[in-house]
Each structure stands twice: as structure tokens, then as C-alpha cells.
């Protein structure tokens, strides 16, 4: 364990989950936090997923590391596929880069000195097959960070209340939290870092 990270194990952490269906905005609302987060001087990293949209009809998702804005495609829609394509990390309707896939586990592991860190998504692949973003699991089974947001499919929200102690869920489908309202919050539990 690194330095920084011990000293984050040391203090009091919060983990909240963003949940809801397919659509409702989950990785919309994470963008929009993770800017407002920025904006009050707090340090945001991880990874998001945002969906990738071509004629209304979404075919792919990209993989977008907070830190440094780098932006690459994670999954294809499975009817998208070109022969010779892989098949190594796929669900029903996605097939993902497994590249990418490295490359977001790299991003998670070295995030341990963050105020706010995202995670977007743990599904499917991470909880019942042991593949995707596993170093997110390793960061939340170690406690190695201040505040994480982790974006989890309603389906599959029981699997992570069994693992960790979660702060809040909030399900995006039930209530619509104010962004401004929910920032205060957490400003407020990094007044020690925040200016």
C-alpha cells in the first residue's frame, strides 16, 4: 500500500452507489457531479462510461479516465462486430475492448490520493464473472480512497451491499437528487482539503 493511501484508510470514508435503469441518466449525473466537484477545488479521478450515440440508437460505450480526460471506446454493440473481432469479454449485447478494459483497471489502481473518485460501471462482468474493472473491487475491498460514487445496475446492487458498508444508494429512478445539494455534502466532509 502506498503512502497516500494508508493515510486515506486512516480517516473516515464514504461510499455512496448511483443506481437506476438503463437510461435514466446515471453517467450524465456522474459527468455533471464530477464537474461541480472540480469547480469547488476538489481532486476527482477514476472513470466514467458514457454511452455513444450514432442516428438516436446508442452503439457503443467509451471509457473516459477523469484524471487526465483521456477518452477511448470500451464496448461494441454486438451487432456492430466485424469478423475476426473477440469475444473474450462479452454480455449479452456488448463486447468490450479488452485493452480498454486493462487500461481502466490501471486507472483505478493508481487512484488512490483522489477527494472524489467515480466508478462507472461495476455490472455484470465484476460481480458474477470476476472480469471488467476488478481493481475497482480491490480500491473498495481496501478502503483506498476518501469519497467513492459507483455506479451499479438496480439488479445488482444487493451483491455490493453484501460486500461494503454503503453510505447511500441513491437510485436516480426513485428520487433526483440536486446536484448543488449533494456537492455541499461533500464538500463538507473534505473541508480539511478544500480551500
Same mark, same amino acid.
Given at each position: 500500500?502506498?503512502?497516500?493511501?494508508?493515510?486515506?484508510?486512516?480517516?473516515?470514508?464514504?461510499?455512496?452507489?448511483?443506481?437506476?435503469?438503463?437510461?435514466?441518466?446515471?453517467?450524465? @449525473?456522474?459527468?455533471?457531479?464530477?464537474?461541480?466537484?472540480?469547480?469547488?477545488?476538489?481532486?476527482?479521478?477514476?472513470?466514467?462510461?458514457?454511452?455513444?450515440?450514432?442516428?438516436?440508437?446508442?452503439?457503443?460505450?467509451?471509457?473516459?479516465?477523469?484524471?487526465?480526460?483521456?477518452?477511448?471506446?470500451?464496448?461494441?454493440?454486438?451487432?456492430?462486430?466485424?469478423?475476426?473481432?473477440?469475444?473474450?469479454?462479452?454480455?449479452?449485447?456488448?463486447?468490450?475492448?479488452?485493452?480498454?478494459?486493462? @487500461?481502466?483497471?490501471?486507472?483505478?489502481?493508481?487512484?488512490?490520493?483522489?477527494?472524489?473518485?467515480?466508478?462507472?460501471?461495476?455490472?455484470?462482468?465484476?460481480?458474477?464473472?470476476?472480469?471488467?474493472?476488478?481493481?475497482?473491487?480491490?480500491?473498495?475491498?481496501?478502503?483506498?480512497?476518501?469519497?467513492?460514487?459507483?455506479?451499479?445496475?438496480?439488479?445488482?446492487?444487493?451483491?455490493?451491499?453484501?460486500?461494503?458498508?454503503?453510505?447511500?444508494?441513491?437510485?436516480?429512478?426513485?428520487?433526483?437528487?440536486?446536484?448543488?445539494?449533494?456537492?455541499?455534502?461533500?464538500?463538507?466532509?473534505?473541508?480539511?482539503?478544500?480551500?
Amino acid at each position: 500500500m502506498k503512502k497516500d493511501e494508508k493515510a486515506i484508510t486512516d480517516n473516515r470514508h464514504l461510499f455512496w452507489v448511483v443506481t437506476g435503469p438503463i437510461g435514466i441518466g446515471k453517467t450524465t @449525473w456522474c459527468m455533471q457531479l464530477a464537474e461541480l466537484a472540480r469547480e469547488k477545488g476538489l481532486i476527482v479521478g477514476g472513470i466514467l462510461s458514457p454511452p455513444v450515440f450514432k442516428d438516436g440508437r446508442k452503439i457503443g460505450i467509451d471509457l473516459i479516465n477523469l484524471d487526465e480526460g483521456n477518452r477511448r471506446r470500451l464496448a461494441t454493440e454486438r451487432d456492430l462486430l466485424l469478423d475476426g473481432d473477440t469475444l473474450e469479454l462479452a454480455t449479452q449485447r456488448w463486447v468490450f475492448d479488452p485493452a480498454v478494459v486493462a @487500461w481502466g483497471n490501471e486507472v483505478l489502481s493508481t487512484s488512490g490520493s483522489y477527494d472524489l473518485i467515480f466508478i462507472d460501471e461495476l455490472g455484470l462482468l465484476e460481480f458474477q464473472r470476476g472480469q471488467g474493472f476488478i481493481a475497482g473491487f480491490k480500491l473498495l475491498d481496501e478502503n483506498c480512497f476518501r469519497q467513492a460514487i459507483v455506479v451499479i445496475r438496480p439488479g445488482l446492487v444487493h451483491f455490493a451491499r453484501n460486500r461494503w458498508k454503503i453510505d447511500r444508494i441513491i437510485d436516480l429512478s426513485k428520487t433526483r437528487i440536486e446536484l448543488e445539494d449533494f456537492i455541499a455534502e461533500i464538500v463538507a466532509s473534505n473541508k480539511d482539503r478544500v480551500k
